[in-house]
């Protein structure tokens, strides 16, 4: 619109000499807005010899973008540091998304919001030796890592080269080396940029990676599709995977996402694609096959298939139960698996989500759609999750997500302890109800532990929050009996109502849930039209009421 932004007076020029003005301009995202630069408006500049008068403008296009830098320590932690190598002082960690002109240099971003300190040995290069007084040590030794799009750069001095787009993600991360038994290596990919929801940035999936860095060119990008790979042995994971796709389908385009089981995995995708892989590690052929060279991909999360176990390659803790997501190189573009290194090789990634049972692989899967803000760090291992509920004086039906480690009723209520005084249950058989009463001694009670799959009626003297940890419960089978059943939605993850009792429809003619506030009951009918019931999904931690018309056996989580 022709807007003056400023004007400069240059004072004299030498011939062939150099000048540098400054002007600020705060433009909006978007463009491109053309940017004039004019000397000698007024021409008040005599400038003898053919054309010198014709050349004293220049205009060139601004875009500006948005892009997301933030740094963090010890492979994704963003609290504050303060430890040797920041002389004991604090260091904040930051996150900024900003907007700048595209093509701005990873470099000049991160000096936007951050005191860089470069190299003391080579001051000259846009190498980051330090970020907001955390220096690099070698005798740690610990370093400035840089990410860009959850991508591993090898050396971290080219983000002098990388020119950013639009929606990008660059983060450093001060880290040192994950040492193995034969190899060591840092993570070449983090799972935290995998989270969507508010952060807007699903990599390593989206922008992909500038493979021609090392020649200079840090425009260009290479982005490669993505395979969701799930166990042909287990095809309820296909729905997971549908569901997998349509999360990364938000920014992801369609084209660029397909899906495939173990057996069916083309050997180009496996070559060419970025994988997701999906399954119980027993069960999907391609977390099996390349288990055994975790080292050689930088896989910090691998399997024992031995003593049956997950272990941590950074921490080398073990654990004998729950899930894991990690994300690493595709080793399938490098040659024959084992035969060469390629951590810090750039490329296709996979990205695999898993357990050691078929219900913690589920839970697994399902944290890349349902639970992404618990990937908080490079790679997530979960052998135990906790849970809260509110209850309100009076009656409240609740149920165990989640398998307590002591499920005796004094310790899964621990939390409330003196604030409830009886808990009921229904015998399923008898129709009659059982009672625990916190004060009897417990050959006086009905039952004394409490266990995923059933309703707790429970009796609360104020509002209160009931918190517990467990793990996650396997594939149940609850046998049902004709008429009322007291039970608990083993999972959680919130499932339809039709879905969740999908193995007993048409053996059930209503479900009741007691509202833990106006302490009126609410109803489900399975032939009624959703805008008639009063609830239609299945949550966890309540507790349902279900008649059915025949005995029979309810599978739950009918995906388990």
């Not at 600020?24 to 630069?37: C, M, R």
């Not at 398998?403 to 302890?417: E, G």
């Not at 299945?538 to 005995?551: A, E, L």
Request: aromatic share 12%.
């Amino acid at each position: 619109d022709s807007t003056e932004i400023c004007n400069r007076s240059m004072g004299t020029v030498a011939a062939k000499g150099g000048k540098v003005i400054y002007c600020d301009y705060d433009a909006p995202y978007g463009g491109p807005y053309p940017i004039k630069v004019v000397l000698d408006a007024d021409g008040e500049v005599n400038e003898p010899g053919p054309g010198h008068e014709g050349n004293n403008e220049t205009t060139k296009d601004l875009s500006v973008i948005t892009v997301k830098i933030w740094d963090s320590h010890h492979y994704g932690n963003t609290s504050t540091y303060n430890g040797s190598e920041s002389n004991h002082r604090d260091v904040a960690m930051f996150s900024v998304v900003k907007l700048v002109p595209q093509n701005t240099t990873a470099w000049d971003a991160l000096n936007s919001v951050a005191n860089v300190t470069p190299h003391f040995g080579h001051p000259e290069e846009t190498y980051v030796f330090g970020i907001d007084g955390l220096l690099e040590d070698p005798k740690g030794p610990i370093y400035w890592y840089l990410y860009l799009n959850g991508r591993y750069v090898p050396n971290n001095k080219l983000c002098g080269v990388i020119e950013l787009q639009d929606g990008e993600t660059v983060h450093w991360d001060f880290q040192k080396h994950i040492y193995g038994e034969t190899e060591s290596y840092t993570p070449p990919c983090t799972v935290q940029s995998y989270v969507a929801g508010d952060d807007l940035y699903p990599e390593p999936f989206k922008h992909g990676f500038p493979m021609g860095l090392a020649s200079g060119d840090g425009y260009s990008r290479t982005i490669w599709n993505t395979t969701i790979v799930y166990p042909a042995e287990s095809p309820e994971y296909r729905s997971i995977a549908e569901k997998i796709k349509d999360y990364l389908n938000d920014s992801v385009p369609d084209e660029k996402i397909s899906i495939a089981n173990d057996t069916g995995v083309s050997a180009a995708q496996k070559e060419n694609n970025n994988l997701v892989l999906i399954g119980n590690y027993t069960a999907n052929g391609l977390i099996v096959e390349l288990n055994p060279y975790h080292e050689y991909f930088g896989m910090p999360v691998f399997f024992n298939y031995t003593s049956c176990e997950i272990i941590d390659d950074y921490t080398d803790i073990r654990y004998d139960h729950g899930e894991a997501v990690a994300i690493f190189d595709n080793p399938y573009d490098n040659g024959d698996l084992g035969n060469n290194y390629s951590w810090n090789m750039p490329g296709p990634v996979i990205l695999m989500a898993s357990g050691l049972d078929p219900a913690c692989a589920k839970e697994a899967a399902n944290m890349l759609v349902n639970r992404t803000d618990e990937l908080d760090m490079f790679w997530k291992i979960a052998p135990e999750r906790s849970y809260s509920e509110q209850l309100y004086t009076g009656r409240n039906y609740i149920s165990l997500p989640l398998v307590p480690d002591d499920n005796s009723t004094s310790s899964v209520l621990a939390s409330i302890a003196g604030k409830y005084s009886i808990v009921y249950r229904l015998n399923p058989i008898t129709k009659k109800f059982e009672a625990y009463d916190p004060t009897a001694p417990p050959f006086a009670n009905d039952f004394n532990e409490m266990d995923p799959g059933r309703l707790y009626d429970i009796v609360v003297t104020e509002d209160c929050v009931w918190s517990h940890n467990g793990t996650t419960p396997a594939t149940m089978n609850i046998l049902l009996y004709t008429g009322r059943n007291y039970v608990g939605w083993p999972s959680m993850n919130t499932e339809s109502a039709a879905d969740a009792l999908t193995s007993i429809a048409g053996k059930y003619s209503i479900v009741y849930r007691l509202n833990p506030i106006t302490k009126k009951f609410e109803a489900y009918d399975p032939t009624a039209p959703p805008f008639a019931n009063d609830f239609n999904e299945m949550d966890p931690k309540r507790g349902y009421d279900i008649v059915t018309t025949q005995d029979c056996t309810w599978t739950a989580p009918p995906d388990c």
